[in-house]
């Protein structure tokens, strides 16, 4: 049987204000409430709540066959919280109903885990803890921030935090001649390991509504019949998962509703279950429902699910990316050291990895989506803003 694992990263960062060295010493508050406002507003009336109104609505309909998992930051969380409570009750009536997975990660959606170990599983905790006190829901699978995966990795989330299974991204360099379609074991076969499908899941995220992709429109007929042929090459009854990862934002954002993506949705999971062999599950249960003697796979560099390359270049290649967080994890550590709840707090919301993201130099189509995501005018403005909020920390700090 192939079991679909539809997993959605939701995610807001604290966005910087315009911040210059005129500021710097001022006491200002490094965050643009007024722009955070208006982004989780505009998200929320695009995609969380109709989106969340439809998964919810075809859950009940479809009486728990179809399964969803998400992993919320706890960013995201705060400023449902701040500027859209009623996207908060919606996702708690989701995770209601028992077919929801809740995914565990960093708290502030950080690099932490390349700089910091301690405050890496400080964040874990802390992600943990939110997922217990806003949804009663104790987190069995592990998600690093943007996907970013190696060896060491699953000995932190395992031996120090419990964790059964984590997810990360399908790279070919790794794989080689193996496919997504199965579930793993880390190197050491101690942890339950699934990579994302990307080349489907990115034709819903990236392709859905181009025009000049030769595969437009996708219909559900057409990916459900890709999907059926994948089932093909398993011939000894083993259990195949299909791992469609994607931001949330997909639906009714990324692909506006005029697009069809609602629709899309709408008729998929339906039809997906008019095949005998096909069906739904959770992260979670693909630790049971492999049934065989899963591989080994070792990944000695890191990966992630950005860009074309799927590694760090997205937040460390150039030497702002480098010199902002080194300074950042410096500054982290001696914010610590201070005592100071409410710097602790602002130094960690700057340690989101967005705010590396948007000082990406990257040219043609991987710069072109650095830019959509980036409310600034330029990588140079992201990183005098970032740099001078460090700055003003640093003095506060002194």
Known sequence: MLNIVFYFQVHQPFRLRHINVLDIGKQTDYFDERLNRQVMQKVAEKCYLPTNKLLLSLIQKLEGRFKIAYSITGTAIEQFKLYSPETLDSFKALVDTGCVELLGETYYHSLAYLFDTNEFLEQVDMHRKLMQDEFGYYTETFRNTELIY??????????????????????????????????????????????????????????FSNKEWPEYPLTVDKFVNWIDHLT????????????????????????????????FMQHFPAEVLKRPHLGFANPKDTFTLSNYQQEGLSFPE??????????????????????????????????????????????????????????CTKYFQDGDVHKYFSPYDSPDQAYIYFISALADLEERLH
């Not at 076969?189 to 990307?198: M, R, T, V």
């Not at 590694?311 to 001696?334: G, P, S, V």
Request: hydrophobic share 35%; glycine share 4%; no cysteine.
């Open 302 to 359: 890191p990966v992630s699910w950005a860009d074309e390359q799927r590694d760090l270049t997205a937040w460390l290649e150039n030497d702002m990316q480098r010199n902002a967080a080194d300074t950042l994890y410096r500054l982290l550590n001696e914010t610590k050291q201070k005592g100071d709840p409410a710097l602790l707090e602002m130094a960690r919301k700057l340690s989101t990895s967005d705010h590396f993201y948007y000082m």
């Open 150 to 207: 190696q060896d060491s990795l699953s000995d932190l989330v395992y031996e120090i935090e419990g964790f059964k299974t984590i997810i990360t991204e399908g790279v070919e360099r790794i794989l080689q001649w193996r496919t997504p379609l199965y579930a793993y074991k880390n190197y050491s076969k101690d942890i339950n390991l699934l990579l994302k499908y990307y080349q489907l899941s990115d034709d819903i995220a990236f392709r």
């Open 232 to 263: 093909l090459s398993e011939t000894e009854g083993r259990n195949q998962f299909l791992n469609l990862f994607m931001d949330y934002e997909t639906f009714g954002e990324h692909q506006w509703a005029e697009s069809g993506i609602f629709d």
